[in-house]
């Protein structure tokens, strides 16, 4: 920040202190060219705010003559409030507003981010843990089998629910999943064993992603369903 004056440094400082993050959060970066300011999430590499100060020869609109000029400020940040990256014009003694925003994009971004994992890997983990060990897979279920699959299923509700505080389920999360294994028990007189257990191994890998941000929360959820198996004796 050598191009901006120490008490404009000193609000942008204490603009990002005062977000979700610190400023120990984030590395401000030397600015080359016309670049006045280049902060950088320290925690993610894609995540950047920039701001740039251009000199541009403004015309009249009908001679298209020139009458001079005139000092333009650009942020380019990410991530965007919709796109990856947002680039826009604006004030430069009101950019503290903008990186307020930023932090706040960081946050929401950084909520729905697999920790040190891919997508994929996460899917295989979670699927390799659930349980089915349903005879005669190509056969549909018995009454016996759909009284016992029902009640796995209400046991693996309790247990997810007692967990609610450790991995900050909310009411409305609790409310989904339980929608989600009252359809389960109904499809087990819809499907043979083998279709049911890949819908429902699919419907519970989705619910895991979605309720459990952390690795932490993910940890404790697949202890539970490792816990349960569907089938077998």
Known sequence: MDKLNTSFCKLIEFCLDNTSFSISDFIFSETKGNALLHIKFKHHDDFFFIVTEE????????????????????????????????????????????????CALID?????????????????????????????????????????????????????????????????????????????????????KAIWSGITKSKLTKIIIEIAKSTEARQYMLEVIKRITFGGS
Do not use: C, M
């Not at 056969?139 to 693996?156: A, G, H, M, W």
């Not at 009411?171 to 294994?181: A, F, V």
């Open 55 to 102: 000199n541009r020869k403004i015309e009249d609109p009908i001679s298209r003559t020139s009458i001079g000029w005139k000092t333009f400020h650009q942020v380019r940040q990410s991530p965007g409030e919709i796109k990856k990256i947002d680039v826009f014009e604006y004030n430069l003694s009101k950019v503290t507003d903008k990186i307020s925003e930023w």
């Open 108 to 192: 929401t971004e950084l909520t729905y981010i697999a920790p040190n994992e891919t997508n994929e890997e996460l899917i295989d983990k979670i699927e390799n843990t659930i349980n089915f060990e349903f005879t005669e897979p190509t056969k549909r279920f018995t009454p016996n089998e759909i009284k016992d699959v029902s009640e796995q299923l209400d046991l693996l509700f309790e247990r997810i629910s007692e967990l609610q505080e450790e991995i900050n389920l909310s009411e409305q999360q609790l409310i989904n999943l339980k929608n989600e294994i009252e359809l389960s028990k109904r499809n087990t007189s819809k499907y043979t």
